[in-house]
């Protein structure tokens, strides 16, 4: 069982990013699916969560209106597009897996989790 995010980088102010969270050895579908954050010195912060049924969906009120999270369910992957970005973006960002339909957003919560993948926004 295992969660690899990728799609991290470097990006200015303003632009734009897409993760992805691919699953090997389980199915995402069947799984809540979030995506926490944390920059040096920070606690891990819950960005986005999305149930397995597709049909809840949190945002931080710091991301609300820019970043987006969805599944492709054919690809057992869940994209967390981030638009927008500032400089408080900037963090490791990881996804992370918990069985069932409903949406936590306490990081203790989840199961599974990925290795992280580094957002740097910077000008």
């Known amino acids: 069982v295992q969660l690899v995010e990728s799609g991290g980088g470097l990006v200015q102010p303003g632009g734009s990013l897409r993760l992805s969270c691919v699953a090997s050895?389980?199915?995402?579908?069947?799984?809540?699916i979030a995506w926490f954050r944390q920059a040096p010195g920070k606690e891990r912060e819950g960005v986005s969560c999305?149930?397995?049924?597709?049909?809840?969906?949190y945002y931080a009120d710091s991301v609300k209106g820019r970043f987006t999270v969805y599944r492709d369910r054919a690809k057992n992957t869940v994209i967390l597009q981030m638009n927008s970005l500032k400089l408080e973006d900037t963090a490791v960002y990881y996804c992370?897996?918990?069985?069932?339909?409903?949406?936590?957003?306490?990081?203790?919560?989840?199961?599974?989790w990925g290795q992280g993948t580094q957002v740097t926004v910077s000008s």
């Open positions: 050895g389980f199915t995402l579908n069947d799984y809540t």
């Open positions: 992370a897996a918990k069985y069932g339909v409903a949406v936590y957003t306490a990081y203790t919560a989840y199961d599974y």
């Open positions: 999305l149930s397995s049924s597709d049909g809840s969906t």
